[in-house]
């Protein structure tokens, strides 16, 4: 039987007529029903949010940072109800959704204790000029579906901490773990301070357009970030924007295979390959390709793919049918163009449950759809290459810029190859490594601006300059 979940808008739980049904992408079950908001609710919800504004930006920043802290330690109370719930919604296995929900309350608190110091631009006998940071007012956050929880923590403590308030919106593919955390989170941040609403992909433009929303903080894809920046240019709404990548990985002649076969699998197909910063693109030195080629595949039919509730999973399904379809398309266009095919190919999208076998590519060309696409699936593409000057050519060759790795015996190396990538975070011998205390953001069409760290902070802010002139007039 299908649960019930609501709305938090002004610190009251709410219901609407309307509805929306969520399904578990392992066996198409419908597992519950949320609240389908339009116009309504949403003013409904910014007009909380504006209320709340007025006083949350006058609380010390201290307080606001012991609040963020005990919304932190309600997850984290919670965390054997959230993870499973998590997995049944999103489809990832219980150890990646426990990873997910453990990682949240941490980099909540992380978060929290960031500071944005003022800076002194001139201390003369003249005059003393500074700067200060004042939070931008209310903020929209719009949450993607293959970490729905990270995502949206990510979002809410920079923004409270700044003394912004947020309406959230997750993604009506996976809201139900947003929505418990937000049951939690009703009696311990002040009413209109946090607000969660659901609703369908038409309720974003509405958030988008709202005359009184000040920002809006999106993860998703480029084509939906595009939009988002053309509608918040009609009233200059600050934006911040993390977009899709297709990551390059790029292995060294120096790599130990024996070392990087295993970690170069799980930096593609992790959350089934469903992470912004997966490795979309693996080049791999022609002196070890056909060895590494060889490993990562025999390690790939060691690996289960089916329902992440189960016991002894690895890969879960595609978290949602639209993007199901669109992996399955990318695999039958590399089929019908002949590209050979290490591991996997078949896919029956006629059974239950939206599973893609663990697929891995030999040498397609680098026009091939399945290479030149963010695939956001379980498919690996294996190319070679010969020279470093080439490998760095090739890896750049992309609209995308947000992230990518270099694997070698030399991290001096590895470091001087990073360096002349095109990508907003580059790792040297590891992957999906992001920690709160240092930006995150994208390059090219990746993204606008920047999450964590300090950086991530000014985003939820205005600099404002105030000058006093020391020999006032009387």
């Given at each position: 039987?299908?649960?019930?979940?609501?709305?938090?808008?002004?610190?009251?739980?709410?219901?609407?007529?309307?509805?929306?049904?969520?399904?578990?992408?392992?066996?198409?079950?419908?597992?519950?029903?949320?609240?389908?908001?339009?116009?309504?609710?949403?003013?409904?919800?910014?007009?909380?949010?504006?209320?709340?504004?007025?006083?949350?930006?006058?609380?010390?920043?201290?307080?606001?940072?012991?609040?963020?802290?005990?919304?932190?330690?309600?997850?984290?109370?919670?965390?054997?109800?959230?993870?499973?719930?998590?997995?049944?919604?999103?489809?990832?296995?219980?150890?990646?959704?426990?990873?997910?929900?453990?990682?949240?309350?941490?980099?909540?608190?992380?978060?929290?204790?960031?500071?944005?110091?003022?800076?002194?631009?001139?201390?003369?006998?003249?005059?003393?000029?500074?700067?200060?940071?004042?939070?931008?007012?209310?903020?929209?956050?719009?949450?993607?579906?293959?970490?729905?929880?990270?995502?949206?923590?990510?979002?809410?403590?920079?923004?409270?901490?700044?003394?912004?308030?947020?309406?959230?919106?997750?993604?009506?593919?996976?809201?139900?773990?947003?929505?418990?955390?937000?049951?939690?989170?009703?009696?311990?941040?002040?009413?209109?301070?946090?607000?969660?609403?659901?609703?369908?992909?038409?309720?974003?433009?509405?958030?988008?357009?709202?005359?009184?929303?000040?920002?809006?903080?999106?993860?998703?894809?480029?084509?939906?970030?595009?939009?988002?920046?053309?509608?918040?240019?009609?009233?200059?709404?600050?934006?911040?924007?993390?977009?899709?990548?297709?990551?390059?990985?790029?292995?060294?002649?120096?790599?130990?295979?024996?070392?990087?076969?295993?970690?170069?699998?799980?930096?593609?197909?992790?959350?089934?390959?469903?992470?912004?910063?997966?490795?979309?693109?693996?080049?791999?030195?022609?002196?070890?390709?056909?060895?590494?080629?060889?490993?990562?595949?025999?390690?790939?039919?060691?690996?289960?793919?089916?329902?992440?509730?189960?016991?002894?999973?690895?890969?879960?399904?595609?978290?949602?049918?639209?993007?199901?379809?669109?992996?399955?398309?990318?695999?039958?266009?590399?089929?019908?163009?002949?590209?050979?095919?290490?591991?996997?190919?078949?896919?029956?999208?006629?059974?239950?449950?939206?599973?893609?076998?663990?697929?891995?590519?030999?040498?397609?060309?680098?026009?091939?759809?399945?290479?030149?696409?963010?695939?956001?699936?379980?498919?690996?593409?294996?190319?070679?290459?010969?020279?470093?000057?080439?490998?760095?050519?090739?890896?750049?060759?992309?609209?995308?810029?947000?992230?990518?790795?270099?694997?070698?015996?030399?991290?001096?190396?590895?470091?001087?190859?990073?360096?002349?990538?095109?990508?907003?975070?580059?790792?040297?011998?590891?992957?999906?490594?992001?920690?709160?205390?240092?930006?995150?953001?994208?390059?090219?069409?990746?993204?606008?601006?920047?999450?964590?760290?300090?950086?991530?902070?000014k985003e939820f802010t205005y600099t404002q300059v105030i000058t006093v002139k020391k020999d006032a007039l009387v």
């Open positions: 039987m299908a649960v019930k979940y609501r709305n938090l808008i002004d610190g009251e739980m709410i219901e609407t007529a309307a509805t929306m049904e969520v399904v578990n992408p392992a066996n198409e079950e419908v597992i519950g029903l949320v609240p389908a908001c339009g116009a309504d609710e949403l003013d409904r919800a910014v007009a909380a949010a504006r209320r709340a504004f007025k006083s949350w930006k006058n609380v010390p920043i201290d307080e606001r940072r012991a609040v963020i802290n005990k919304m932190a330690d309600a997850v984290k109370d919670n965390f054997d109800e959230l993870f499973r719930l998590l997995t049944a919604e999103q489809g990832k296995p219980h150890a990646q959704a426990q990873m997910e929900i453990g990682a949240g309350p941490a980099i909540m608190k992380a978060q929290a204790a960031l500071n944005l110091d003022e800076v002194i631009n001139e201390d003369s006998e003249t005059r003393l000029s500074r700067t200060r940071r004042v939070p931008v007012g209310v903020v929209a956050g719009i949450v993607p579906w293959n970490f729905p929880v990270l995502m949206a923590v990510q979002k809410v403590a920079p923004a409270l901490l700044t003394g912004c308030t947020i309406v959230l919106k997750p993604s009506p593919f996976t809201p139900l773990t947003t929505l418990r955390i937000a049951e939690l989170w009703k009696d311990i941040a002040p009413p209109g301070v946090v607000n969660v609403i659901t609703g369908e992909d038409s309720l974003g433009p509405l958030m988008t357009s709202h005359p009184d929303i000040d920002k809006i903080t999106f993860t998703g894809s480029t084509a939906t970030g595009k939009k988002i920046m053309e509608g918040a240019s009609k009233d200059l709404k600050r934006i911040t924007l993390e977009l899709g990548g297709n990551d390059a990985s790029i292995v060294l002649p120096d790599a130990d295979v024996s070392k990087v076969a295993e970690q170069l699998f799980w930096s593609s197909f992790s959350n089934a390959g469903q992470i912004c910063v997966a490795a979309k693109r693996v080049y791999i030195h022609e002196d070890i390709y056909d060895e590494l080629s060889a490993a990562i595949a025999e390690y790939a039919k060691t690996v289960v793919v089916g329902d992440g509730a189960q016991q002894g999973t690895g890969v879960g399904p595609i978290q949602n049918k639209k993007q199901f379809e669109r992996v399955c398309e990318l695999v039958q266009d590399a089929k019908d163009n002949g590209y050979k095919f290490l591991v996997g190919g078949d896919v029956d999208p006629s059974g239950t449950g939206y599973f893609v076998p663990i697929t891995i590519l030999d040498n397609p060309p680098e026009d091939a759809r399945i290479v030149a696409e963010e695939q956001f699936g379980p498919v690996m593409p294996l190319m070679k290459f010969s020279t470093t000057e080439e490998v760095i050519q090739r890896a750049n060759a992309s609209d995308y810029g947000l992230a990518g790795a270099v694997w070698t015996g030399n991290p001096e190396k590895g470091v001087e190859v990073a360096e002349q990538l095109e990508t907003g975070t580059v790792w040297v011998n590891e992957y999906l490594h992001l920690s709160p205390l240092a930006p995150f953001g994208g390059h090219k069409q990746s993204g606008f601006g920047a999450e964590y760290g300090v950086e991530g902070l």
